[in-house]
């Protein structure tokens, strides 16, 4: 996507590959997993992702908008959507009105275009807070991240470029506020506890900060001229790096979708074709990282087997192993791969039909 648009090149050098992924069950539980390690190089990849700092990627897309001659920039806050059937009328906050045959909703969980759009959602709560920081460490990570399961929540270390990475730590509410009342020295050993000091000494970068967790899911993700991308259109828990992949997703769909009615691109066949592309792939990865979350918050000893066995099942099964890497990098490829590769038929030319 990123190549697509031209700003790769600017970006790749604050990019880290992401080349392997670790499960770590740190939980104290009567049933515990294997260490589980996904390895790009299982399914000839290079890397299963590049992680990129969001200051940086959103410098170099600010800057690609800015270049483009067919991008007009409006810095006013949208105060009303109105519906009018062949379109959408826009007001901003000063009192100008855009008229537009599709808005495309990336104003975040809380979206005023997709309430607008009567579009309903469902949505739930966890008790856990995710604690977010970077740091800096003293030993290399070796492009590999690692997800350690507790039972509160996942704590993931994601790596950055150089002896950097960054972390998200989901823990009780209560635990936050005590983690982010720490010092930053006493803060970076209690990191350093929790990975085992398998980075080394650690300083942070930047002072942590705190969100609480919850889950969003519409009925729809397109209707009334609006298409609903990133956090208007699925929020879950940070398990996995779904989220940003998932929205990168929802604009390649978009694109594709809009090409089958240039004309009207808000059209009901642009809205069909794209609620009928997304809904799988999206209830999938909401469905899967919202299953795994609360099996590890469930203290009973039939989720705990069943998790212990899948991901057991994972660690010694390649076959299985590389189906969910690659379903993880592109829906429906793992599939393609399990599939047996049919025979052409040979080609006959001579004007008869072979029966």
Known sequence: LLEGLGVWPDIEPEAAALASMRIVDATRR???????????????????????????????????????PNIQRINAPVIEY???????????????????RLVVAADGRNSMAREAAGIRT???????????????????????????????????????????????WVVNPGRAETLLALDDATLARRIEDMMQSMLGKIELEIKPQAWPLSGLVPHVFAARRTILIGEAAHVF?????????????????????IESDPADPGSDRVIRAYDRARRPDILARTGSVDALNRSLLSGMLPAQIVRGVGLEMLRS????????MREGLRPGSGFSHLLPKLPRLPHRDDGKRSS
């Open 122 to 168: 469902r949505r739930w709560s966890y008790p856990q807070t995710a604690v977010v920081l970077s740091f800096s460490h003293t030993v290399d990570h070796e492009n590999i991240s690692t997800e350690f399961h507790t039972e509160e929540g996942p704590f993931t270390q994601v790596p950055l470029k150089g002896r950097r990475s960054s972390l998200v």
């Open 317 to 324: 099964f390649a076959p299985l192993r590389a189906f969910f």
């Open 82 to 100: 109105r519906h009018n059937g062949d379109h959408v009328t826009v007001t901003l906050s000063g009192g100008d009105t855009l008229h537009t």
């Open 30 to 68: 009567l049933v515990r997993s294997p260490v589980v390690t996904f390895r790009a190089g299982e399914i000839d990849e290079a890397a299963f992702g590049y992680n990129i700092p969001n200051a940086v990627l959103n410098e170099k897309l600010s800057e690609a908008v800015a270049r483009n």
């Open 237 to 257: 828990p940070p398990i996995g790096a779904q989220g940003l992949n998932l929205g990168s997703r929802d604009v390649e769909t978009l694109v594709k979708a």
